[in-house]
């Protein structure tokens, strides 16, 4: 059976939808913290507070900090960054980005609750859409994801049509922030026992990366398919790794895995743990193997500094 290109990128619905929207001034966001609340706007105390449940037993997602090339941004549960688009209407009470927007920018549904010491623009609201969904809002502007965002600390739609923005966030200390670490895991796959994500995504190499060169040749097109392994993480316990974790910074700042000097990617096509649908592509992505600590991993060298200095046999998978 004839393999897919290895550049070839997942399909991203609705994309065209982007193009009809016209360029407006972003009046929220952008200009400060702890803005006065919009008229029409759902203030926070409406909103269920942290006990777990609104009616209809719906659980309370608590919303993350993510580290992006955009800088420190509002992010949903699973990490992916949130927006706001300047076309909808502070306070309106409705979003105007519907029909086929609405599936390229989907939107956060609620009940969520701010995540813990950070610092947010403006109160937590809701709005309902037409059909019954609760949307969140914050400063009183619907809140979104978008459709190209494949893991935490991606931010594709940033400025897309200079309509739609992160939602940027400062500590309450400060204006940085501390990303948390994530735990990678050792999954099972139809590839072997291999190194996953914090959430059991399989994770890769790519032969045409130069270990120890500190960047990463998969950009553009490349990444969207295959994107980055964010740091910071750590090494799943009892597993014996095939060279030390440092790190690349990418062009944007994003800060990306790495492992004995090779940049470390997710796969789009992989949608849930154990899958390995990557291994092998165009000959030239594999997924990292593992053994137990008892046994030996085959690498031929290592490096240890945050650029990563690799080896120049291999990456020894």
Do not use: F
């Not at 290109?5 to 009046?27: D, E, G, Q």
């Not at 390995?276 to 992505?285: I, L, Q, Y």
Request: hydrophobic share 35%; with cysteine.
């Amino acid at each position: 059976m004839r393999r897919r290109n290895a550049w070839a990128v997942p399909v991203l619905i609705a994309a065209v939808a982007l193009t009809a929207t016209a360029c407006s001034k972003a009046t929220g966001y952008g200009s400060g913290y702890g803005a006065s609340t919009p008229a029409g706007t759902t203030p926070a105390s409406s909103m269920p507070a942290s006990t777990g449940a609104m009616a209809g037993g719906v659980q309370t997602a608590a919303l993350k900090v993510e580290r992006t090339r955009a800088g420190m941004v509002l992010a949903g549960s699973k990490g992916l960054t949130l927006y706001y688009y300047t076309d909808d209407k502070p306070g309106s009470g409705k979003s105007v980005c519907t029909g086929a927007c609405a599936k390229a920018w989907p939107p956060l549904t609620a009940p969520v609750k701010a995540p813990g010491g950070a610092k947010m623009p403006g109160p937590i609201g809701m709005i309902t859409r037409a059909g019954g969904a609760k949307q969140v809002t914050i400063n009183g502007y619907p809140v979104y994801y978008y459709a190209e965002d494949m893991a935490p600390g991606q931010a594709a739609g940033n400025g897309a049509d200079g309509t739609w923005h992160v939602i940027k966030i400062r500590t309450a200390a400060g204006s940085t922030g501390t990303a948390r670490v994530s735990v990678l895991k050792v999954e099972h796959t139809t590839a072997g026992t291999v190194l996953a994500g914090s959430k059991g995504l399989t994770l890769y190499y790519y032969t045409a990366d130069k270990p120890g060169s500190g960047k990463s040749v998969c950009t553009g097109a490349c990444a969207k398919a295959w994107p980055p392994l964010t740091a910071p993480v750590k090494a799943p316990a009892g597993a014996k790794m095939p060279g030390p974790i440092g790190m690349i910074t990418r062009a944007g700042g994003v800060k990306q895995v790495t492992i004995n000097g090779y940049p470390v990617y997710y796969y789009a096509g992989d949608m849930a743990p154990g899958q390995a649908k990557g291994n092998g592509e165009g000959g030239v992505w594999h997924v990292i193997k593992l053994k137990a600590s008892s046994g030996s991993t085959g690498t031929t060298g290592s490096s240890g500094n945050s650029g990563g200095s690799g080896t120049s046999g291999g990456y020894g998978y």
